[in-house]
């Protein structure tokens, strides 16, 4: 059973799973046997099982090995067909639903035979039709929840496995291959606006070794399609060249498609089947290409335009983007000029302010301290000294202090003055000495006028410090 079992194509293999699941079967032999007895033929295998049918199996398809050993395949040929749905794989055969039945499977067929045979179909018809209802509905329910499975396919795989294979026989004088999926080719070849020319082999064909032997292997014809076109190429025995065999449908071997880009569409426009020398195939190849390079000029010219139309909005952007930020930069100087004149505005009031209260504060204190002035002392007294005082704007002050009186009193008896600077310095003339006058935090207690030995008769001079 092993050997036989290494026999089973994948597809063989998942149509006897399929024929498991939905009969309930366990036994793998007889699975198999069911679905050889019916041609493969999944449906009519499990309807004739659960005795839902009597018409004999449908007759299967032809692969593509059977077509070329028929020598024949598909009809159809043109130049225009249209691959663009080549490149999801749409419309291949790598999945198949069930098909309907020809009699409908709900009604067993009437009996032929004796009166015991219609005895025996009329007792057991109820429960025959009930059996025909459920297993048909029990069969519409697990297509739409189960439904047949794709098969895993290695696209790329494929053609890596085909390439190696093929410069191990042939060698590796030919067209340079495109390593990779057929939907990748039709890809690059449109992104880069070039021809793309899709060789199917067959290692079977009586023609094949000679054609790539002496054909593909040609120098000039080497030349000429890698500089002109992307070449693509794999087995038909494999899926992927099984699938892009279906969507070209060829009809012989050798097999080469040439395709470009047509009206924004990936389209054959060109199939040259069987053996042909190289001289006579590189003819037919440039003069498919001189047909058809028109709309590769087009193409070009179209996205040209496209590219140039792109640049120019982007450049207009840009410039956009820059006069933007120039605008932004110029209302950002004249916010932050705003705010400068304001914080400035908001400074200089604070200053005034700081100066009103500071002169009010001083107006306040003049009034205070005239109580800290002693009384003056009359003239011809004992221990009394005469001060004479010029203030800055040349107004002269005379007072008389005892000589125990602190210096405190002379500076509080000018500062009070209505004349005096708000911030003053006392000096005498000469020598030139500065009077300690002020009480400060480091002389809270001025000398007295004797401790300082001012002359009984002095003149001293006020000094604006604000001027």
Not at 100 to 110: C, E
Not at 322 to 330: I, P, V
Not at 374 to 389: A, D, L, N, S, T
Not at 393 to 406: I, P, W
Request: charged share 25%; glycine share 6%.
């Amino acid at each position: 059973m092993a050997d036989n079992n290494q026999d089973l194509t994948q597809e063989h293999t998942e149509k006897i799973v399929q024929f498991q699941e939905v009969t309930g079967t366990e036994d793998l032999a007889e699975a198999r046997s069911q679905l050889e007895n019916h041609a493969w033929d999944l449906e009519a295998a499990v309807q004739d099982h659960l005795a839902l049918r009597e018409s004999p199996p449908s007759t299967p398809r032809a692969s593509p090995q059977e077509m070329v050993d028929r020598g024949g395949g598909d009809e159809g040929e043109g130049n225009g067909d249209d691959v663009r749905r080549d490149e999801t794989g749409e419309g291949m055969n790598s999945t198949q639903g069930y098909r309907n039945t020809d009699r409908g499977g709900l009604f067993p067929a009437w009996p032929q035979g004796s009166l015991l045979s219609w005895g025996y179909y009329l007792i057991t018809l109820p429960f025959r039709i009930t059996f025909s209802s459920l297993s048909s509905l029990f069969l519409f329910v697990y297509r739409i929840v189960y439904p047949y499975p794709r098969r895993l396919t290695d696209p790329l795989g494929d053609v890596l496995r085909f390439i190696g294979e093929y410069e191990s026989e042939y060698g590796q004088q030919h067209p340079a291959f495109f390593q990779g999926s057929y939907s990748q080719a039709l890809s690059h070849a449109k992104s880069e606006l070039k021809f793309l020319l899709v060789y199917l082999h067959c290692a079977d064909h009586q023609d094949t070794p000679f054609f790539c032997r002496t054909t593909l292997s040609d120098p000039s014809l080497v030349e000429y399609v890698n500089n002109s076109m992307v070449f693509w190429g794999c087995s038909v025995t494999t899926a992927e060249g099984y699938r892009v065999s279906q969507a070209l449908r060829e009809n012989s071997y050798p097999f080469l498609a040439l395709i470009v880009l047509r009206d924004s569409r990936m389209t054959v426009v060109g199939r040259l089947e069987g053996p042909s020398s190289p001289d006579h195939l590189t003819s037919q190849l440039q003069a498919l290409v001189r047909e058809n390079e028109a709309h590769l000029v087009v193409a070009r010219a179209e996205r040209q335009e496209r590219e140039l139309t792109a640049a120019l909005r982007l450049q207009q952007d840009e410039d956009y983007q820059q006069s933007l930020r120039a605008d932004q930069e110029k209302e950002r100087k004249r916010q932050q000029e705003r705010e400068e004149a304001e914080r400035r505005e908001l400074e200089e009031k604070q200053k005034e302010e700081d100066q009103q209260r500071q002169k009010d504060n001083i107006r306040r204190l003049k009034v205070e301290m005239v109580d800290k002035v002693p009384q003056e002392p009359e003239e011809g007294m004992e221990g009394v000294v005469h001060i004479v005082v010029k203030l800055p704007q040349g107004t002269r002050l005379e007072r008389r202090f005892l000589k125990a009186d602190s210096l405190s009193s002379l500076y509080y008896y000018i500062f009070c003055h209505p004349d005096s600077p708000d911030r003053f310095q006392v000096t005498t003339n000469f020598p030139r000495q500065v009077v300690p006058c002020e009480p400060t935090p480091s002389n809270p207690q001025p000398p007295t006028f004797e401790e300082f030995c001012l002359p009984p008769r002095s003149m001293l001079f006020v000094s604006d410090l604000d001027a």
